[in-house]
């Protein structure tokens, strides 16, 4: 009876509920309490199956034995493993350079449209990115498809073809990366028309006065301004991209000769398919490092360029 | 502190709420013996799952068990994929159906089915060996032999190209309703007609690529030669004259098949067949089945038929599954009772009729059952598909290799890479050189 006297004397003294009031009152508290649902989300969806991920690439194939980093020595000897590292950066870097290339052309082209008719070519061009990819790329596959292609029906009066899309390791890695440009153009687009609205007028009018020709006005003026939102777009497609399974998967397999795994694909086929969790795993996180790197120059790039503004 | 009067009203209720509370588990209601949840495969052929569901239906309303099936698409991997998922969870269904390697590959998960599988070898008739070497494990059954989705891929044949092109009359080599006269069926005369089919403009449509249709293909014309990448006692055994003489004769079969075969996916030799496009493929009748549907005046010249013999013998690709049952599953014994009564003959027979004929079962006296004699266009189409008259050995690519080497040579296709690779101009000790580098990594423990 004593003691709860005193604890509850404790807890109901005007110090203690002052500072608890302080403590509530802080902004870091306030911003700590409203962030925390997305901590607790971040938490169970990313860090814990990360987590889990390393753990699992650090037992041996039976799982039964904690091996650490012996996974991963035993894939650096492996001819494979190299080549779905050099295939994975061949079709990410590839992929975002004509992603941009023609997201940025488009962008340029829809931006010049009057905006009364913008909208449905906004919409229009959108539709790429809209569908799930899984279900395009089916699409894509019947028009490669060895016995129906209707690309090779299409070159066959012209006395082309017949072209083995899938079959033949050099157009196998074209057509996975057209069809990923495919997919991934429209969100460039997107980005930079954005981009593009948001630079002032008075700039180009300003550089037409000084006589800029077009390139100098896309070089000088178009191409500054819009700089930050390049490098997110590229960084963020880059991840995506590296990370991308489904094209893959639906159009190659990762054939022939698996010239078109990326890490995704061929994880899967180490882990699940050939039950080897932790060597799947293993291929799984290599795309961290290769990732973590590209993020930290674009984003040091970016915040340099913040604080210089 | 108030006390409570005890009367006799109370003392009368309390013991028949006692009396109540004990005896309810045993009291004999509609799913008195508990509940039991099956993860089936999801049967290609339509109404195939309905003939499962019935016998188990039955059963269920016999024992007085709450059954619930998932047919389970192998669509995606979305099998494969239930299947480590629920070992990872140690949690799932009471039955699973697993495909070749898995039963092997999940063996201390699984429930030893000795007790039920010797009893139904005694009733139905031994299993063929690729059942065995899949199935059973250290002397213990890790599965009961599944009806649905066992299959054989042997040749489905073209009985007009064939004639036409490559002069060879399939009908009377594999006569309907009587034993092969197939001596002439080699791998020289299936050469022969490859390259006949070829110049007639309708090749065989043989893939070779990593997933499983091009592979079974591959690994049964490498055990035809012997060939062995992997033997049983776990030694490497690339670099011998019988894979040598294989990949040779790979190499000039490749030279009469579809450019982009390599490419080729489970899918594509069904529509190469249904497109009219080729002369034979390797295949269950699913894609007769499909002819039927789309293409009937393909279908009605389809013929299922044996592998063609080579110097080591006449090796047809079997795919069994297995119904398992997980350690941790909390219904084994009236899971051991289903599977029973999923293995009797009449229920085998029933699955087997509404699947066309496309399951075989694993039972040597289960595989001469009427369905495959009548099924048509054309009547006779299908007998020699279970392999009546055991006139091929049934085999896997990659046996006889230790399980978990052999499913990492199948599953990456080792065979059919090694193919790809000498076809398209690597040297063949390049070759050899590279599928021993990749065997020797799927060693490690």
């Known amino acids: 009876?004593?003691?709860?006297?005193?604890?509850?004397?404790?807890?109901?003294?005007?110090?203690?509920?002052?500072?608890?009031?302080?403590?509530?009152?802080?902004?870091?508290?306030?911003?700590?309490?409203?962030?925390?649902?997305?901590?607790?989300?971040?938490?169970?969806?990313?860090?814990?199956?990360?987590?889990?991920?390393?753990?699992?690439?650090?037992?041996?194939?039976?799982?039964?034995?904690?091996?650490?980093?012996?996974?991963?020595?035993?894939?650096f000897t492996r001819d494979t493993f190299w080549m779905v590292v050099y295939q994975s950066?061949?079709?990410?870097?590839?992929?975002?350079?004509?992603?941009?290339?023609?997201?940025?052309?488009?962008?340029?082209?829809?931006?010049?449209?009057?905006?009364?008719?913008?909208?449905?070519?906004?919409?229009?061009?959108?539709?790429?990115?809209?569908?799930?990819?899984?279900?395009?790329?089916?699409?894509?596959l019947w028009l490669f498809d060895p016995s129906y292609s209707a690309f090779n029906w299409l070159l066959q009066p012209f006395g082309l073809g017949p072209i083995p899309w899938l079959g033949e390791t050099g157009w196998a890695r074209f057509s996975v990366i057209l069809v990923n440009v495919w997919v991934g153009a429209p969100f460039f687009m997107i980005m930079y028309l954005a981009a593009l609205k948001s630079v002032p007028e008075q700039l180009y009018e300003a550089a037409a006065i000084d006589g800029a020709t077009w390139w100098q006005r896309i070089w000088y003026v178009t191409l500054p301004m819009m700089r930050n939102i390049i490098a997110i777009t590229a960084l963020f497609s880059t991840i995506v991209t590296f990370a991308n399974f489904d094209i893959v998967r639906v159009l190659t397999k990762g054939d022939p000769l698996n010239t078109t795994h990326l890490f995704g694909t061929w994880a899967f086929r180490l882990g699940i398919e050939s039950n080897d969790i932790p060597l799947g795993s293993a291929v799984s996180l290599f795309m961290v490092p290769i990732l973590a790197v590209a993020a930290v120059f674009i984003l040091r790039d970016i915040t340099k360029r913040g604080s210089e503004v | 502190m108030a006390s409570r009067k005890v009367t006799r009203r109370f003392v009368a209720k309390t013991a028949a709420a006692s009396t109540a509370l004990i005896a309810a588990p045993f009291v004999s209601g509609v799913h008195a013996a508990g509940k039991l949840t099956l993860g089936l495969w999801d049967h290609w052929v339509p109404d195939a799952n309905k003939a499962s569901q019935a016998l188990i239906d039955e059963w269920a309303a016999k024992e007085k068990v709450e059954v619930t099936v998932d047919y389970i698409t192998s669509q995606g991997n979305k099998l494969l994929l239930t299947i480590a998922a629920e070992s990872q969870a140690r949690s799932g269904h009471d039955i699973l159906a697993l495909s070749t390697w898995l039963p092997?590959?999940?063996?201390?998960?699984?429930?030893?089915?000795?007790?039920?599988?010797?009893?139904?070898?005694?009733?139905?008739?031994?299993?063929?060996?690729?059942?065995?070497?899949?199935?059973?494990?250290?002397?213990?059954?890790?599965?009961?032999?599944?009806?649905?989705?066992?299959?054989?891929?042997?040749?489905?044949?073209?009985?007009?190209?064939?004639?036409?092109?490559?002069?060879?009359?399939?009908?009377?080599?594999?006569?309907?309703?009587?034993?092969?006269?197939?001596?002439?069926?080699?791998?020289?005369?299936?050469?022969?007609?490859?390259?006949?089919?070829?110049?007639?403009?309708?090749?065989?449509?043989?893939?070779?690529?990593?997933?499983?249709?091009?592979?079974?293909?591959?690994?049964?014309?490498?055990?035809?030669?012997?060939?062995?990448?992997?033997?049983a006692k776990g030694e490497i055994t690339v670099k011998t004259d019988k894979v040598k003489q294989a990949m040779e004769y790979m190499k000039k079969l490749v030279a009469f098949l579809?450019?982009?075969?390599?490419?080729?996916?489970?899918?594509?030799?069904?529509?190469?067949?249904?497109?009219?496009?080729?002369?034979?493929?390797?295949?269950?009748?699913?894609?007769?089945?499909?002819?039927?549907?789309?293409?009937?005046?393909?279908?009605?010249?389809?013929?299922?038929?044996?592998?063609p013999a080579g110097p080591a013998g006449r090796f047809g690709p079997f795919l069994p599954f297995y119904w398992t049952t997980w350690k941790f599953s909390k219904n084994a014994s009236a899971a051991k009772s289903l599977l029973t009564h999923l293995s009797s003959p009449s229920a085998v027979e029933k699955m087997v009729v509404a699947s066309g004929g496309y399951d075989i079962p694993a039972f040597a006296n289960l595989t001469t059952l009427k369905v495959w004699a009548e099924e048509s266009p054309p009547k006779g189409g299908l007998y020699h598909y279970p392999n009546p008259h055991n006139h091929q050995i049934l085999s896997i690519a990659a046996a006889p290799a230790p399980h978990k080497i052999a499913q990492q040579i199948y599953t990456q296709g080792v065979q059919t890479q090694m193919v790809v690779r000498y076809a398209t101009g690597q040297p063949l000790e390049k070759v050899l050189d590279w599928a021993s580098s990749e065997i020797e990594g799927f060693m490690r423990t």
Not at chain 1, 19 to 40: D, G, V, Y
Not at chain 2, 208 to 230: H, I, N, R
Not at chain 2, 268 to 289: Q, T
Request: with cysteine; aromatic share 10%; hydrophobic share 50%.
């Open chain 1, 1 to 75: 009876m004593a003691d709860i006297t005193v604890r509850s004397a404790s807890i109901g003294s005007p110090d203690s509920r002052s500072s608890l009031h302080k403590l509530m009152q802080r902004k870091s508290t306030i911003a700590f309490l409203m962030a925390l649902p997305l901590i607790l989300l971040i938490t169970v969806l990313v860090a814990y199956p990360a987590g889990y991920a390393v753990y699992l690439a650090m037992l041996n194939k039976s799982m039964t034995k904690f091996v650490w980093f012996k996974n991963f020595d035993f894939l």
């Open chain 1, 89 to 140: 950066c061949l079709f990410a870097i590839t992929a975002v350079i004509f992603k941009a290339l023609i997201g940025f052309i488009v962008a340029h082209f829809v931006h010049n449209i009057p905006s009364k008719g913008q909208r449905k070519w906004r919409g229009m061009l959108l539709v790429p990115w809209v569908i799930p990819p899984a279900m395009s790329t089916l699409a894509w």
């Open chain 2, 104 to 231: 092997a590959a999940y063996q201390e998960q699984l429930v030893p089915m000795n007790d039920i599988v010797d009893p139904l070898i005694k009733q139905n008739g031994a299993v063929n060996g690729t059942v065995e070497y899949l199935g059973k494990v250290g002397g213990q059954w890790l599965g009961v032999p599944a009806t649905i989705g066992s299959q054989l891929k042997g040749p489905v044949s073209r009985i007009d190209l064939m004639k036409k092109h490559a002069g060879i009359d399939i009908q009377e080599l594999y006569p309907a309703g009587a034993p092969p006269k197939a001596d002439s069926w080699t791998l020289d005369a299936f050469l022969k007609a490859a390259e006949a089919c070829h110049k007639g403009g309708v090749p065989f449509g043989i893939g070779l690529g990593t997933t499983s249709d091009s592979v079974d293909s591959v690994g049964a014309f490498f055990l035809s030669f012997g060939a062995e990448l992997v033997n």
């Open chain 2, 258 to 307: 579809p450019p982009d075969a390599a490419s080729w996916d489970d899918a594509s030799n069904n529509k190469w067949l249904v497109s009219g496009k080729g002369a034979l493929i390797m295949n269950p009748p699913s894609a007769w089945a499909v002819a039927k549907r789309d293409a009937p005046q393909i279908a009605e010249q389809c013929w299922h038929h044996g592998f």
